[in-house]
């Protein structure tokens, strides 16, 4: 619709100009006789004009093809011919008129092709800085070759005059006028344009707000500030000067959100957004980069300047809010980093000011925390590993590892422990107590208890034995709401049956949320699956979790069994949990066994099931052979035999 309306607009400014011009010629023309105006076919060849404009540049517009333009200048050339001849047949003369046919046709070629070199220029983009000049030109050629030729052509020879033959006075205000209605076309077309480009400047204007300011508070957003930032560190490299930058992050803004709601929120963004704004002086800058998250920039010569920078943000945003509603009291937790003194660019930078403020935030730091590459290297080693370890996650790069759980009364193998392994392609070995903690820190931990789940169960149905699984359960997964769900279709996409099905978690986990804790566990159990109380001696180890949840298993902590051999106290305790057990009929498992002394002491005491370095190892485990088929199974049985 644009690209018809400009058509339309330059064929009526062309036709238009083009028929003024063409009158006005003609009522300059002393024909030697009178002359008269036909009305109709006057404003016919204005029709004729306007309307072969429209069709020679929508033919020229349509699309990228080089003989196009050429085709529609030819039938633009035709039109302000039509134009012409009807306009001269409009031009009623006392007299005989012939025309010589040789100036016709000539002043009609020239027209079509001058006018198809005019719109060809126009189109063309190998002449990017003097298309126009030379398009205009060509077109004010055909015109007057057609005008002049044309003339040339006509043969007059006066006859007797007629009363009403068009006055002097009256051709001059005819054509006076005709002046001014081409002068009021051409003006309105220059004025549309000129309309039509203030209105694209304006709107370039607004989008270009839009991209480079936050919707919410006005401040510059991240693409914003990112080219500030750039801006500032090149005159920085010029003046030799420094930059000052500090990452914000809003303290207990959560808590506005979740009880007064997320209009509330946005409420308070703003109008922290305009205390930093009025607060920072005019060659400072502050930006939002999303959510709760600030950056401010400022240039200094002065250690202490930027120090006080600092205090004067966190200062106003320590200051009491009040809403209306309510009143709060935020806060900050505040990194800063300098140019050059700790990176050397903007990248580095903006990474250095984060880990600084990742640092206070996790310090729970009284006040701004200062870029340091010792203590902050740590927490830059952990992002990266991180992110390796969602990589790993998505590409499937992590393994699974099996421990043998074995019967104490039948000797035999019962199940085994999942355990996830990491080998880092750069790194090596990086052990669970590494990664665990940082997947948890990151909201990795539920897409990763999901993919031990799904290899873990997989694994189980390719094995020929009918041994359990036992899955490890976090806190955080334990607290989603879909954890069920999540049990129920992996045990439907590997065919599991949910009797080798075990989930094992801590007593700390359960006591997170005690009471949805619960409601979930009853609900993983309803489907069949086995629960058993991990690292049971530790923590909380309460009797009321015991008595209120039938748990399938208690495991008891690898802690007391390692002190068995040398402490009365330690035999005592696991004395007192088998009989608290055998009292619940639930059965008792031993972890970290690894010599004969602590077994036999565990049979002798009546354990139910142990596991340890000394029945095996975690390795993967093989996906054929029944129990006893491989030397490593026999060695596990038979470490049960000596000590029996």
């Excluded at 109709?40 to 080089?66: C, E, N, Q």
């Excluded at 012939?98 to 079509?112: Q, T």
């Excluded at 959560?254 to 920072?280: F, S």
Aim: net charge negative; hydrophobic share 50%.
């Amino acid at each position: 619709m644009q690209r018809f309306g400009w058509v339309f607009l330059t064929s009526v400014a062309a036709g238009a100009t083009i028929w003024c011009t063409h009158f006005v010629a003609m009522l300059a023309f002393e024909a030697k006789a009178p002359v008269q105006l036909d009305p109709v076919l006057t404003i016919g060849s204005l029709i004729v004009a306007v309307v072969g404009s429209f069709a020679g540049f929508s033919v020229a517009a349509w699309r990228s093809d080089r003989a196009l333009p050429a085709i529609g200048g030819a039938l633009f050339g035709g039109a302000i011919s039509a134009m012409h001849f009807m306009g001269m047949a409009a031009y009623r003369v006392q007299g005989a008129v012939s025309w010589d046919m040789g100036y016709v046709v000539a002043s009609v070629a020239c027209a079509c092709v001058f006018a198809g070199a005019a719109l060809a220029v126009l189109r063309s983009l190998s002449l990017p800085r003097h298309r126009v000049a030379l398009g205009t030109v060509l077109i004010v050629v055909a015109i007057a070759t057609l005008h002049f030729v044309a003339m040339t052509a006509m043969n007059i020879r006066p006859m007797m005059g007629s009363d009403l033959a068009l006055e002097a006075e009256e051709a001059r205000a005819l054509a006076l006028a005709t002046a001014l209605i081409g002068l009021l076309v051409i003006a309105s077309g220059v004025f549309a344009a000129m309309i039509d480009r203030q209105t694209r400047s304006d709107a370039m204007q607004r989008l270009h707000h839009m991209a480079m300011n936050d919707a919410l508070t006005g401040l510059p957003n991240r693409v914003g500030f990112q080219g500030e930032l750039d801006r500032q560190i090149a005159a920085a490299r010029t003046t030799g000067g420094r930059i000052g930058l500090c990452a914000i992050d809003l303290d207990r803004f959560k808590e506005i959100n979740d009880v007064h709601g997320h209009k509330a929120g946005d409420d308070v963004l703003v109008l922290l957004a305009e205390r930093m704004r009025q607060a920072i002086g005019p060659n400072d800058m502050v930006a939002r980069l999303g959510g709760d998250e600030f950056v401010a920039i400022t240039r200094f010569t002065d250690r202490a300047q930027l120090v006080a920078f600092a205090a004067l943000l966190e200062a106003t945003l320590k200051a009491p809010l009040s809403l209306g509603q309510f009143d709060a009291r935020l806060g900050a937790s505040i990194g800063v980093a300098v140019f050059p003194d700790d990176a050397g660019d903007a990248e580095a930078l903006t990474n250095n000011a984060d880990l600084a403020m990742y640092r206070a935030k996790c310090e729970s730091a009284p006040g701004p925390c200062h870029y340091d590459s010792e203590l902050d290297e740590a927490i830059r080693e952990r992002r990266e590993i991180a992110n390796d370890l969602r990589r790993a996650i998505e590409h499937d790069e992590l393994d699974v590892h099996y421990q043998v759980q074995a019967s104490i009364a039948t000797r035999e193998v019962t199940g085994y422990e999942a355990l996830l392994r990491w080998t880092h392609p750069e790194r090596g070995a990086i052990p669970p107590s590494v990664f665990i903690p940082i997947a948890e820190e990151n909201g990795l931990i539920l897409s990763l208890g999901e993919w031990v789940l799904r290899r873990a169960c997989f694994d189980a149905m390719r094995w020929d034995h009918q041994s359990r699984v036992a899955v490890n359960v976090s806190a955080l997964q334990l607290a989603h709401a879909d954890l069920p769900r999540l049990f129920h279709q992996v045990m439907l996409d590997s065919g599991l049956p949910p009797r080798r099905l075990e989930i094992e978690l801590t007593e700390t986990a359960i006591m997170a949320n005690r009471e949805r804790a619960l409601h979930i566990l009853r609900q993983i159990k309803a489907l069949g699956v086995g629960v058993a109380l991990d690292d049971f001696g530790t923590g909380y180890s309460s009797l009321e979790t015991l008595r209120v949840f039938p748990f399938d298993k208690i495991k008891l902590d690898r802690f007391f069994t390692s002190e068995l051999e040398g402490s009365p106290q330690a035999t005592a305790i696991i004395r007192a949990v088998l009989a608290l057990g055998k009292s619940l009929a639930i059965p008792v498992l031993a972890e970290g066994i690894e010599t004969d002394e602590q077994l036999s002491v565990l049979i002798r005491e009546g354990c139910d099931e142990v596991q340890g370095f000394l029945l095996g190892h975690p390795a993967p485990m093989p996906v054929t052979g029944a129990i006893g088929a491989t030397p490593a199974a026999d060695e596990k049985v038979g470490a049960l035999e000596r000590a029996a």
